[in-house]
């Protein structure tokens, strides 16, 4: 595997369910990221973790819990979500600090959440 | 905070020039992005600019003016597979994370 995966590709949940995103990259970066994106609105940084640990958390509501076990995986919980949040959610690694240079963020394919 | 401002489609030949213009204002600025989307692919990277000028990368090219709050991404001998989401981005000067903030997207379309 290269880059960064993200399992699974698609999911549908009921709002009672409780799932988790999963998120692995091989480009040993040391910073993760996931973001959220929905038709016609911009792409939506969620949460981020550098050196495993959380340094933002962009005022997400607590049903999303993120979990960063080591630099190269990342998941995402999900727990009785609502129906606007169906969307694309997507993570990306990149390396920290960005001292010099553009250290750009990598993207996974994405995971296309529907909540019935 | 950041805004960024961004066309939300255009419509370009093939063969053809087209630029896309993005502009920002932000309370920090360390670097913009250049980002490509294709229908339910990831983004991949395009460009980065910290300084102003152009910066060159084959048939794309991006440019920057951190006075103006302004940057354009260039597209030369427009190709049908051209045809994608253009994404622009802010990094800010916040520590911890290199954090982008994105404007929604121009949807370029590359017509025969």
């Known amino acids: 595997e290269t880059g960064v995966t993200q399992t699974p590709r698609h999911l549908v949940m009921g709002m009672t369910n409780k799932k988790s995103l999963k998120c692995e990259q091989h480009?040993?970066?040391?910073?993760m990221y996931w973001y959220k994106q929905s038709a016609k609105k911009p792409l939506e940084l969620m949460f981020v973790?550098?050196?495993?640990?959380?340094?933002e958390n962009n005022s997400v509501p607590s049903r999303f819990s993120p979990e960063c076990p080591n630099s190269s995986h990342l998941f995402l919980h999900l727990h009785t979500l609502q129906p606007e949040d169906s969307a694309l959610y997507l993570c990306a690694s990149s390396q920290d600090p960005t001292s010099g240079g553009a250290n750009e963020q990598f993207f996974g394919p994405g995971t296309r959440l529907t909540v019935l | 905070g950041q805004n960024i401002d961004q066309p939300t489609e255009m419509t370009a030949t093939e063969g053809a020039i087209v630029q896309i213009n993005c502009t920002y204002q932000t309370s920090g600025f360390n670097g913009l992005f250049w980002y490509q989307q294709h229908a339910g692919e990831a983004p991949t990277f395009l460009s980065y600019?910290?300084?102003?000028g152009l910066e060159e990368k084959g048939r794309f090219s991006s440019f920057l003016s951190r006075s103006k709050g302004y940057s354009y991404l260039l597209l030369k001998e427009l190709q049908m597979k051209d045809s994608a989401s253009y994404l622009c981005?802010?990094?800010?000067?916040?520590?911890?994370?290199?954090?982008?903030?994105f404007g929604t997207g121009t949807q370029l379309k590359v017509e025969l």
């Open positions: 480009l040993g970066h040391n910073a």
């Open positions: 981005a802010v990094r800010g000067l916040t520590g911890g994370g290199n954090k982008l903030t």
């Open positions: 973790y550098s050196l495993e640990e959380r340094v």
């Open positions: 600019n910290v300084l102003d």
